[in-house]
C-alpha cells in the first residue's frame, strides 16, 4: 500500500485562477453538469504555449494531463456546466439544443486581461444530450486541432485547442471508433442560439441579462451608447462581416453555419465538416450532411446576414418597445451588414493581389481573376501564392501560369493586372512581402488532414498529426523542407466529403 502510494502519488490538480461569470448568471442558462470519467485516458496533444499565455500552470497540467483533460479529475475551482442553447439547424428552428457533449469547465483571465472559456468537449452526457452519447470521437477531435489552430496563426479569430485526450472506450458512431476529449479555449461559447433560446420562450428579463453579460464581455466600448442593444448587433454584425471575409480569403468553408454555431464575440467555432477548398469553385461543398449546398463557399456571407437576423429578431424587445420601430432600426443594421462584408472582402482581395491603393476597376479585376480559376480549376491557395512570387520576379510567370489547366487562359488578366500595377503609389519593391502575409503557402488542406487521421486511428501513429502543426503554425513562411505540404491532393487523394463530429 505504501509503495503503491510512493509509485502513484496522489498529486493535487494545479491550482488554477477560476473565475466563473456565465456560472454566476440566473440558473435558466445552463445545467450544472461534471464531466463522466472515462476508462484510460491518454493524453495526445497539449498545447503548452497556449496554457502559459492563459496564465496556467503548464508543466503541472501537462504533468497530470491525461486525467485533468478527459475530466477525471477535477480542476479546483471549476465549476462544470452545460450552457442552454437553441439554433436553427439547416433553416429549421431547434427551441432546445445546448451543449449535449461538451462541458464548461469554467473561465480564466488571460495574461493580456482576456477572459476565456475553457470547456472539455466529448466529456460525457449532460441534461441536453438528448439521444446522444456525449462523446467525440478521435477524427473529429483531430480535425479540430488542426484546422483551429491554423486558423489562429493564419490570423483569423478562432476557438484554439489546449488539449487532445483518447478514452481508451470506444464510440459508436456508423463505425466503432476510439474516443477522445478536445479541450477548447473561447472567447465564449455563446452563441446566437443562446439568445435565441431565451427569445423562444419570451423571457426578456433573462435575454436583457444575456446581452448585458455579453455586453460586458466583448463590447465594453458600447456600454454607454444610447440604444446599446441595437449597438450590440451592429458590433455582432461587423465581427461577423470581417470573420466570414478572412473565411473566403483563405479558401475555408465552416460547413455548419447553423445559429447555434455562430458565436457572438465574432470567433470562428464548431469545426465539424469544415474543409479548405483546393481548387476554387464558389460552389463548393464538403459537408456529407448539406445536401443542398446551403453552406457551400460563396453561400457563407449570404448565411451570415441570414443568421444575423434571427440574432436581430431576438433582440427586438431591447431595442425599441415599440416592434415597428424595432424592427426598422434592426433591418437598417441588417441591410448594413451587405456594404461591411463587401468592404472587408473587397479590401483582403485587393491585398491578395497586390494593391495598396483603391481604383473604380479593382472589383472587376477581382471577379475576372476569379472567372478565369474557376473556368481552369486552379487551386486556390497556390495562385495566390504563385501570383506573390510573380510581383516579386517575371520569372514565376511559367509556374503561375501552370496553375490553370489552359496557361495561356490568364495571359489577358495578367496584362490587365501589371497595367493596373503600374499604377499604384507603393514601390513595386514592398509589394510582395505584402502579399506573402495575406497569401498563405500552408492550409489545413483536406487530403492530409485525412492522412493524419488515419494514421493516427489505425496505427496509433500521431507524427503525421505532428507535422501538420508544425507547417501550419507558420503558414505565410516557405518553409521549403514541407514543400509538398503546399500541394493540391493528387486526383487519387482528394477528399470530396466530410463528415460531422458528432
Ligand atoms: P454540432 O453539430 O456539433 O454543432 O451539435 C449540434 C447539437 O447536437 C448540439 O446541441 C450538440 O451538443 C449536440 N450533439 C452533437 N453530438 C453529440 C453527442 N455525441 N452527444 C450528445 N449531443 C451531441
Ligand atoms: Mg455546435
Not at 444575456?210 to 455586453?215: F, S, T, Y
Not at 442593444?229 to 475555408?252: C, D, K, T
Not at 498529426?465 to 505540404?485: G, S
Request: aromatic share 8%.
Amino acid at each position: 500500500m505504501s509503495s503503491s502510494l510512493h509509485d502513484n502519488p496522489v498529486r493535487e490538480a494545479p491550482s488554477t485562477p477560476f473565475d466563473n461569470s456565465y456560472a454566476r448568471l440566473p440558473q435558466q442558462f445552463f445545467a450544472e453538469q461534471a464531466p463522466t470519467p472515462v476508462r484510460e485516458p491518454r493524453l495526445i496533444k497539449f498545447n503548452a504555449a497556449l496554457a502559459r499565455d492563459l496564465g496556467l500552470d503548464a508543466e503541472a497540467l501537462e504533468r497530470d494531463g491525461a486525467a485533468i483533460f478527459s475530466g477525471n479529475k477535477p480542476l479546483p475551482g471549476a465549476q462544470p456546466l452545460a450552457m442552454a442553447y437553441a439554433g436553427h439547424q439547416f433553416g429549421s428552428f431547434v427551441p432546445q439544443l445546448g451543449d449535449g457533449r461538451a462541458i464548461l469547465l469554467g473561465e480564466v483571465v488571460d495574461r493580456h486581461g482576456r477572459r476565456r472559456d475553457i470547456q472539455l468537449k466529448g466529456a460525457g452526457p449532460t441534461p441536453f444530450s438528448r439521444r446522444g452519447d456525449g462523446r467525440a470521437a478521435l477524427g473529429p477531435v483531430l480535425r479540430e486541432y488542426i484546422v483551429s489552430e491554423a486558423m489562429h496563426a493564419l490570423g483569423i479569430p478562432t476557438t484554439r485547442a489546449l488539449a487532445a485526450v483518447t478514452t481508451g472506450e470506444p464510440v459508436y458512431r456508423e463505425d466503432v471508433l476510439p474516443g477522445a476529449v478536445f479541450t477548447r479555449v473561447a472567447a465564449s461559447h455563446i452563441r446566437v442560439g443562446t439568445f435565441q433560446f431565451f427569445a423562444a420562450r419570451g423571457d426578456t428579463d433573462n435575454l436583457r441579462i444575456l446581452a448585458d453579460h455579453v455586453i460586458d464581455r466583448h463590447y465594453p466600448d458600447i456600454k454607454d451608447r444610447k440604444n446599446r442593444y441595437l449597438a450590440l448587433l451592429e458590433a455582432v454584425a461587423e465581427r461577423q462581416a470581417s470573420l466570414i471575409a478572412r473565411w473566403l480569403h483563405v479558401g475555408f468553408i465552416h460547413g455548419v453555419m447553423n445559429t447555434d454555431n455562430m458565436t457572438v464575440s465574432g470567433e470562428t467555432i464548431d469545426f465539424g465538416p469544415c474543409a479548405f477548398m483546393d481548387a476554387y469553385d464558389p460552389a463548393t461543398v464538403f459537408s456529407s450532411i448539406d445536401r443542398q449546398g446551403r453552406y457551400a463557399y460563396a453561400n457563407q456571407p449570404g448565411i451570415g446576414q441570414w443568421n444575423l437576423a434571427r440574432l436581430g429578431e431576438t433582440l427586438l424587445p431591447l431595442i425599441d418597445p415599440t416592434l415597428d420601430t424595432a424592427v426598422d432600426l434592426a433591418n437598417t443594421v441588417i441591410k448594413g451588414y451587405g456594404e461591411r462584408f463587401q468592404g472587408h472582402w473587397l479590401a483582403g482581395m485587393r491585398a491578395k493581389i497586390g494593391l495598396g491603393d483603391e481604383d473604380d476597376g479593382d472589383l472587376d479585376l477581382i471577379q475576372s481573376l476569379l472567372a478565369v480559376m474557376q473556368q481552369g480549376q486552379a487551386d486556390f491557395s497556390l495562385t495566390f501564392r504563385r501570383l506573390t512570387a510573380l510581383a516579386a520576379s517575371d520569372e514565376a510567370e511559367t509556374a503561375f501560369a501552370a496553375s490553370f489547366t489552359d496557361p495561356q487562359s490568364i495571359m489577358p488578366w495578367l496584362a490587365r493586372w501589371r497595367e493596373r500595377l503600374s499604377r499604384e503609389s507603393r514601390s513595386a519593391a514592398e509589394r510582395p512581402s505584402a502579399m506573402r502575409r495575406i497569401n498563405p503557402a500552408f492550409i489545413p488542406r483536406n487530403h492530409r488532414i485525412e492522412q493524419a487521421i488515419q494514421a493516427a486511428m489505425e496505427d496509433d501513429d500521431f507524427s503525421l498529426f505532428e507535422a501538420l502543426l508544425t507547417v501550419l503554425a507558420k503558414p505565410y513562411e516557405d518553409q521549403p523542407a514541407f514543400a509538398p505540404y503546399a500541394e493540391p491532393p493528387r486526383p487519387a487523394e482528394r477528399v470530396l466529403q466530410t463528415f460531422c463530429g458528432t
